[in-house]
């Protein structure tokens, strides 16, 4: 099936209030065309050469998402470039962007990557790290960054049970933080969590916004 037929398949069967990310990594500006052309226009990628490659050839009206680990020195060149920086995976990396958005005028928005799967993915705060940094109002000091909610992932495994245990984790840090009303948090309703091979599981665990690659673009080649 064509990436429009996905698209519209996927679409119909996402609930209401979920987002879709097309997650559009390592795939060409011919495919993320056609997909723009079947109403998407919310797109994920995970280099930022790649984001900036792509974004000059494509309309302005896409909202470009970073889900991959972003490197200090590759922050600077993409301040400005996203609706969301999901993979926010560091205390450091989110000074480091708050300082660049500062200085670049803009606020950056970002999701906190909470990492509780076994061995896909070494990037991530642990869960009692990201409840301790918003314990201690890391937040508060920030200038032109706003944290909208927690992105994860579930280990990469057949075991249903598993994936859904992780994300069920994922969720419980984000209720957490959202409820606690201490905190004073605005705008903080993002969960994004659910990739091709286990969105629905996802969404069942709470999921507002779900990034989807294979399902829509098909294989990726490296
Ligand atoms: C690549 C990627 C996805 C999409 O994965 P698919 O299995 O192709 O849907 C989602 N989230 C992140 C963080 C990714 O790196």
Redesign the pocket.
């Known amino acids: 099936m064509g990436i429009s037929e996905n698209l519209k398949r996927i679409k119909s069967e996402i609930p209401e209030g979920v987002g879709l990310?097309a997650?559009s990594?390592f795939h060409p500006v011919e495919a993320l065309r056609e997909a723009y052309d079947a109403g998407q226009r919310c797109f994920?990628e995970?280099r930022v050469q790649e984001i900036l490659e792509k974004e000059k050839e494509l309309p302005a009206d896409i909202r470009w998402h970073f889900?991959?680990h972003l490197q200090t020195n590759k922050v600077r060149p993409l301040i400005g470039k996203t609706a969301l920086i999901?993979?926010v995976d560091s205390e450091r990396l989110l000074r480091l962007i708050d300082a660049e958005s500062d200085k670049a005028g803009v606020v950056t928005r970002v999701l906190m990557q909470v990492h509780v799967a076994r061995e896909e993915?070494k990037f991530g705060f642990l869960p009692e790290e990201l409840l301790e940094f918003f314990e201690k109002r890391g937040f508060e000091s920030l200038k032109a960054t706003h944290i909208c909610g927690v992105?994860g992932?579930a280990s990469n495994t057949d075991d249903e049970e598993r994936v859904r245990s992780d994300f069920r984790k994922i969720a419980e840090i984000y209720r957490a933080i959202r409820d606690n009303s201490e905190l004073g948090l605005r705008g903080f309703d993002t969960l994004s969590m659910g990739?091709?091979?286990d969105?629905p599981i996802a969404v069942e665990e709470g999921a507002n916004l779900i990034?989807?690659?294979?399902?829509?673009?098909g294989e990726?080649e490296y």
């Open positions: 990310v997650v990594k994920g995970s889900i991959g999901e993979s993915t992105m992932m990739m091709s091979g969105w990034r989807i690659g294979t399902a829509i673009f990726r």
